[in-house]
């Protein structure tokens, strides 16, 4: 059996290793990189803390380029490509597979293939902040493109339904922590997905038919939960 500071040295072999493998943080956190370029510093400080960087995922991962070498131009090949435009919905699609598929039956995609400036995955997610938004959030970025006052009432039930998932969110959390049964819990993270999905579609129908079903389940949920404590 090793011994155990022969353990010890080879974990911090591996730990120094895996920090000096990724060059783009090496380089994009000092304080001379702050200095020259802060959008970018703020872009990677972001990042740190996103839900991306706290799922180990590397620069190179959506980027592109060469994570590994200390050579500016090698680091930097080809690594502005996954991130243009009218590629983001691909490589969101590397990973998201199946909101990228619904994404393709939406009319916003249809819009992009035509309109380099119309809505994609960063559009309404931002590049960092992958969560569910805020609501008013949605609102300010739905009204780039569509007024509030349109017959066909997009902001208003975008609003709308955005409520619903915020509500959805945090009774989800709620159920789960107070211990359900497992294979209850795994219907209910279904029923989750398939709504983002007829997000990701704009399927507003579907949609608010899925929420309004989803949330009352939830409800009736954490009230038996909460009877049964007392």
Known sequence: MPSKSLIIFLMLCFVAGTAVADQCRECHNTSVFKVKHKAHYDYHVGYETSVHGLAGLGCADCHGGDSTSTDKDAAHAGVRENVMRDNIPAACGECHESQYEAFLGSGHFQALEGDHDAPHCATCHGSMEMDVMFVSKVKRRCLKCHDEDDEDGVVTRTDK??????????????????????????????????????????????????????????????????SGQE
């Open 161 to 226: 339904l955005m409520s619903l998932v915020n509500a959805i969110v945090g009774y989800k959390s709620l159920v789960e922590a107070d211990g359900e049964d497992p294979a209850v819990l795994s219907e209910i993270q279904e029923s989750f997905e398939r709504l983002t999905l007829y997000w990701h579609r704009f399927d507003f129908d579907q949609a608010e038919t899925e929420s309004l079903e989803l949330l009352a389940k939830l409800r009736s949920m954490r009230a038996e939960s909460k």
